[in-house]
């Protein structure tokens, strides 16, 4: 799997990382364990320096409104993605697209950075 994430319900934090071709269907099984961990409020650090997206335009809208969805239904926390000093802009576009979604989302040059940032965000 190209996605691997770790929820802290101690931190109220989740941490994911992405390594190789990501696909729908790798985020689909993120969200999906993040509802049954109920961690989708959690503030969420995602490392995208060395995943690259493998989802094509209509892909990436039927993640939108998985998206959407969820925010509506469930809520969803502040999103930091770390994409590297050198931006991955594989996965990046992928985010960029997102960016329509109505939550706190910034890209972060590094993980210390993102959490910094997350520090400022209250978890619900």
């Keep these: 799997m190209s996605l691997q994430w770790k929820v802290s319900h101690l931190d109220r934090m989740v941490i994911c990382v992405s390594d190789g071709v990501v696909t729908l269907k790798d985020f689909q099984e993120y969200l999906a364990a ?16 060395q995943g690259k997206s493998g989802m094509s335009d209509a892909e990436r809208v039927k993640l939108a ?55 400022t965000r209250s978890a619900t």
């Design 65 to 119: 409104g998985l998206l959407t969805n969820f925010l509506e239904i469930d809520g969803l926390g502040p999103f930091a993605v770390v994409a590297g000093s050198k931006r991955n802009d594989g996965l990046a576009a992928v985010f960029k697209s997102l960016a329509s979604i109505r939550r706190p989302m910034r890209l972060f040059p590094d993980i210390h950075a993102a959490r910094k940032w997350l520090s």
């Design 34 to 49: 993040l509802k049954r961990e109920k961690a989708l409020r959690f503030p969420k650090i995602f490392v995208a320096t």
